[in-house]
């Protein structure tokens, strides 16, 4: 064996070692927080902390849908993310194409203001935002939350880059046999930009999911109230069972977890399309 071939050999096992200990200190924490949802109450306090629970139990999620009525948060997750990312979904096509392949007066140079607006921080946002929602009787339902979230910049740019690969030729065909520009869209374009589809549909799932502070600030009822805040919740009330807490954590997060394994070839390849096309 070369020196060459020893060097490459050295240098994959240390690329490989690298990257094994990342894994581990990225899942360490859900794997410890798996772990304690399962313990009885108190056992995560000892020191030094166990690992793995002595006596597995089911009691933390048992009281978490039975007395705590972590249930109606879940389904308010689950509604509020699959209205979003329907609607959204919608919007952000139509534009994104759009700005792809339709002609019209002052397209590129508002196209240049949505991607500045890139740049300014959703906090500074959320005043005018929720003055608007107010004015509009939206407040404390969920249209406030569905409302602001139909479209987003990043979303209509992504679009945008994978349409322009559309070759013109096509759409100008389908003109010419008498086809409308809704027809081609439903027709022709949406079939081509299913992986990029895809990629927004899990990119804007999780986001609204994930999503605290502006449920926050618009739901102001108990029974309205998102995973995110009614585990913010739990951890003010329950702040020393920490079991309990971890187990409302597996319960925010597994269910998004879940969907990105299964779905994440596809919101990988939509990405790396997206942003090499047009």
């Known amino acids: 064996m070369s020196w060459r071939q020893s060097s490459q050999g050295a240098s994959r096992w240390l690329v490989n070692g690298a990257l094994i200990g990342a894994t581990a200190l990225t899942l360490a924490p859900l794997a410890w927080m798996l772990s304690v949802s399962f313990m009885t109450r108190g056992e995560a306090a000892a020191f030094p902390p166990p690992l793995v629970p002595t006596r597995p139990t089911l009691a933390n999620y048992v009281e978490l849908f039975t007395v705590l009525g972590v249930g109606r948060h879940l389904v308010n997750s689950l509604l509020l993310a699959g209205a979003v990312t329907a609607l959204s979904l919608l919007f952000n096509l139509a534009a994104g194409y759009a700005f792809a392949k339709l002609r019209f ?93 895809a990629t927004l549909a899990i990119l804007t799932f999780l986001t609204c999911w994930n999503d605290f502070m502006w449920p926050l600030i618009v739901l102001s009822g108990d029974a309205q109230q998102t995973m995110p805040v009614a585990l913010a919740s739990l951890s003010r009330e329950h702040v020393q069972d920490n079991e309990l807490m971890m187990a409302g954590a597996v319960v925010t997060v597994l269910p998004v977890l879940l969907l990105f394994l299964a779905l994440q070839r596809h919101y990988l390849q939509g990405l790396m399309l997206g942003g090499v096309k047009g």
Do not use: C
């Open 105 to 197: 007066a002052g397209r590129d140079a508002l196209f240049r203001g949505l991607l500045g607006a890139l740049v300014i921080p959703l906090q500074v946002a959320m005043m005018p935002l929720f003055l608007m929602m107010k004015s509009l009787g939206l407040v404390n339902t969920y249209w406030g939350v569905i409302v602001p979230s139909l479209a987003s910049v990043f979303g209509v740019f992504l679009v945008r880059q994978y349409a322009r690969s559309i070759p013109d030729e096509l759409i100008e065909a389908a003109r010419i046999d008498g086809a409308g520009e809704w027809r081609i869209f439903f027709s022709i374009v949406l079939p081509l930009l299913r992986p990029i589809i």
